[in-house]
């Protein structure tokens, strides 16, 4: 089974990012651990992290039959871009949204979701475990 994890914009910047709300581990970091998981789960992940909404757009048109599911942390984008939904209904790729805080204690305009009703699952509040929790739900639901 083949994953992308996409990362969202500033998320290249965790590690010194708010550590209030985002913890102090670096993406690189989080990224290992889910190649770790990865290794264990035997499935491969591809990871991508771009500040562009159009390089998340292009990288989800890229999935159907390249990938089998997608681990998505679309980060602000998660509440204003249609166009990403919309990539993602098109594309129809299995995807779990994740997000390092729990986005429904914060502010109410992080309530909401574009991307959460196409969703397979979304897991929130666990920090680098909502990714390991959604490639380990994600390969469970598909296996
Ligand atoms: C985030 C939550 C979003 O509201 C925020 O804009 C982010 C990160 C998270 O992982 O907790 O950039 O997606």
Redesign the pocket.
Known sequence: MKFIVLH????NLLGRREPD??DTLTLEEINDSIAQLADELGCSVTFLQTNAEGGLIDAIQATPGVYDGIII????Y??TSIAIRDALASAGVPFVE????N?HR?EAF?HISMTAPLAVGQI?GFGRD?YLLGLRALFSHLD
């Open positions: 969202g914009p500033n998320l709300v985002y942390n679309p980060a602000a998660t509440h994740v997000h390092l805080s986005i914060r992080r929130c909502s």
